[in-house]
């Protein structure tokens, strides 16, 4: 089938043997994340509760600063926390495990029961086969005075390497290519409450579902990489100081950084874009203009912590690739934007239309050799445009053209009455954009997206991301854990054949 190009575009020419300085954003942690950055397996635990089917399943439990347990009532009163229901994706082959605790008490192994190497004051050896399901950890009694804390589930081999080291060599090894990670997720930006200092998760609280800044900061020395920080929206001037601080200090002097007030603050899906607009209309201000000053504000304290070292503090301007009214509105917003901002970052995303309310009905009927060169013939050229715009935009106030995510968005959103509603809840779908991304022609496309950034004037592109499921809400992750080979992981190795060396 032969689509009708509607864009005035240049032609896509092949810039095959031309690399790109390529980052990667990281997934959320948790204990069903689909991959385990961490040697200490418990890092990704959920916060302790009483289970369901306690009596007591609805009383908050008593917990430390620590967010470990403080007390129980008694009368078979325990607790459990989740440490992961992938633990095959997790272990990365690991079968025998230690937990090591402090404190007083009594702690097991829940739900899965792996076979008892040996006990030790403090310290539990064990074993598990390959039918692991969900595995937790379940307390039946803590001395109040002296409670159980700094649980560790680490690979029994690796216990030596706590002391050093915070990641997983697996985890290390698939980021390794990849000049800058892209911290976001790692942080929960997104709908962050986080607004003192003392908010933030630190690396000894339990089950928080976020990435302490001490290991953020271990992860970018760890593998020499350009860390990309999201400041939280609500976060006060001493909190943004604090980490400033904190980071300049404990960073790899070798190391530049990127500093992003919150994440897609025009994106009114998350509570961040919401709540600014509330404070700009607060002010009689525009959203955009609002925008800029906190960058502004976050910027100043950042490269003050860092001796107003240029290099090494690079400010990120966000913004919405489709809009570029939008940026020049933020430009016009402050008074010295060359030297407030080093890259204009944008959303580099290809495919969304195609499970849209406009298209979803059209994108069950077709093939995937016909829907892929759709997404080259029609849709491509709208990104060239887009990104032009927005260069020229870049080029003129001194700014790099960089991605802040990037890749496919083959994902059902919207409503369509012809499908019968919500696009997300249709498995044909779901299924039909899933398979999409497991194509190995996915490879051939992101290669064309790389030759098109290329020849627009792009710099760095920050692809979405390493890791995640494939489902309804989108297939986003790059690498599948269970098959990491080209086979397996078509977009992930497109991207490393098409990625500088480091």
Not at 12 to 25: V, Y
Not at 92 to 106: I, M, N, P, S
Not at 336 to 347: G, I, Q, R, Y
Not at 358 to 369: C, D, S, V
Request: proline share 3%; net charge negative; with cysteine.
């Amino acid at each position: 089938m032969k689509w009708m190009i509607i864009y005035a575009a240049g032609a896509l020419s092949t810039l095959s043997q031309q690399c790109i300085e390529s980052g990667i954003n990281l997934e959320s942690i948790s204990y069903y994340s689909h991959i385990n950055p961490f040697i200490n397996m418990a890092k990704l635990s959920e916060e302790w509760r009483r289970p369901k089917e306690s009596s007591k399943a609805y009383v908050p439990l008593s917990l430390t600063e620590d967010r470990y347990v403080k007390e129980l009532e008694g009368d078979g009163d325990h607790a459990v926390s989740i440490v992961s229901v992938k633990f095959q994706n997790h272990s990365f082959g690991e079968r025998r495990y230690t937990l090591l605790f402090d404190g007083d008490g009594d702690i097991e192994f829940h739900y899965v029961k792996p076979k008892i190497i040996s006990r030790g004051e403090n310290r539990i050896d064990v074993e598990f086969d390959d039918k692991v399901g969900a595995l937790a950890l379940r307390i039946d009694a803590v001395k109040s005075d002296d409670p159980i804390r700094n649980i560790r589930l680490v690979p029994t081999k690796k216990i030596s390497d706590l002391s050093d080291k915070v990641y997983n060599e697996n985890f290390k090894d698939l980021i390794r290519p990849f000049s800058v990670v892209r911290l976001m997720d790692f942080n929960v930006t997104n709908n962050n409450k986080q607004s003192a200092w003392e908010d933030r998760p630190t690396v000894s609280q339990y089950g928080r579902n976020a990435v302490a800044l001490e290991d953020m900061v271990a992860l970018a020395n760890e593998l020499k990489v350009r860390p990309w920080f999201n400041i939280p929206h609500l976060a006060d001037d001493r909190y943004v100081r604090q980490m400033a601080d904190y980071v300049a200090a404990n960073l790899d002097p070798e190391l530049s950084v990127f500093v992003e007030y919150s994440n897609e603050v025009w994106n009114h899906s998350f509570e961040q874009a919401r709540w600014a607009s509330k404070q700009a209309e607060r002010q009689g201000i525009s959203p955009e203009k609002f925008y800029v000053l906190k960058s502004a504000r976050v910027l100043s304290i950042w490269r003050s912590a860092f001796n107003d070292d240029t290099s090494r503090v690079k400010g990120v301007l966000g913004a919405q690739l489709g809009n570029s009214w939008r940026t020049k509105q933020m430009l016009k917003s402050v008074d010295d934007p060359d030297s407030t901002f080093d890259v204009l970052a944008v959303n580099y995303y290809l495919g969304g239309i195609v499970g849209s309310p406009e298209m979803a009905e059209r994108t069950l009927e077709l093939g995937n050799a016909e829907l892929f060169e759709y997404l080259e013939t029609i849709e491509l050229p709208k990104l060239r445009v887009a990104l032009r715009d927005q260069k020229k935009l870049a080029k003129k106030h001194g700014m790099e053209l960089v991605a802040y995510e990037a890749g496919q968005h083959l994902v059902g959103h919207g409503a369509s009455d012809a499908l019968g509603g919500y696009l997300p809840d249709n498995a044909e779908l779901t299924s039909k954009l899933i398979g999409l991304n497991q194509d190995a022609r996915i490879a051939e496309l992101y290669d064309k997206m790389i030759d098109v950034w290329l020849e627009e004037g792009g710099g760095l592109i920050n692809w979405f991301r390493l890791t995640g499921n494939n489902g309804k809400w989108g297939s986003w992750g790059m690498v599948n854990v269970k098959d990491s080979s080209a086979a397996g992981s078509p977009k992930y190795h497109s991207v490393l054949k098409r990625t500088c060396a480091r």
